[in-house]
């Protein structure tokens, strides 16, 4: 299926590993050009000569997104230098499980903030995206630990909250023809992602969530990748404010 997404521009925050490396090279694969931003500049720009060797513009960089005044002057680049973003993706997340107040501040200051300033520095191209296309799309990765809870920890509330500030997003700006998105994970493997970590540190824990899923197995980034991009692609041109869960039916919960 072509997207139609050949010739657009996104920004992926968390861009170089798992989830967002898989977005990343999904939209490359389409035909759109790509930049990137995550902590490590190795790997943001070992990530950008992959893309680029796939025929596309890619650009990237070194951005603590909890600066938002650091992340924005980023945007402001990416726009001058691609010509326009269409389409941003916000993956970085934290990941602290714990219910101490350091882990809470963890989380939100990268979760949350960080998805509320990339889209207040995203928000002007986006418009104008909207204004020239009919089509701009902002897709927050959550997860499910946001519609479950075994213990008070901070990481569930958290990701709750983005799913709550994306419906807000759809409906305020659906007029600007921007389209605002959530994909919700479950349990996904990679190397060097945190259930590899677990499956190698805590057997028994790992062992314990792979029972839990109905499939057999954890998802892999590129099957989360597949519907982020799919929601961001004009194809989805009139789904707004949805949160489409992604977890191999490892939640109970019913989605009315």
Known sequence: MDLGLKGRNAVILGGTRGIGRAIAATLAGEGANVAVCARNADQVAATVAELKASGISATGASVDITDGAALKSWIDGVAKELGSVDMLFSNAGAMAQGGDPASWEQNFRLDVLGAVHAFE????????????????????????????????????????????????????????????NVV???????KGGVWNMVEQNMPKRYEDAMRRNPLGRMATP????????????????FTTGSNLVVDGAISNRVNF
């Open 121 to 180: 520095a995203a928000r002007p191209f986006l418009e104008a995206s909207g204004e020239k296309t009919g089509d701009a799309a902002f897709v927050i990765i959550s997860s499910i630990s946001a519609a479950q809870a075994d213990a008070a920890s901070s990481y569930g509330p958290i990701k709750a909250a983005l799913i709550h500030m994306a419906k807000g997003l759809a409906r305020q700006y659906a007029a600007k023809k921007i389209r605002v």
């Open 184 to 190: 919700s994970p479950g349990t996904v493997y990679f």
């Open 222 to 237: 590129q099957e989360i990748a597949n519907a982020a991009v799919f929601l961001a692609s004009p194809v989805s041109s």
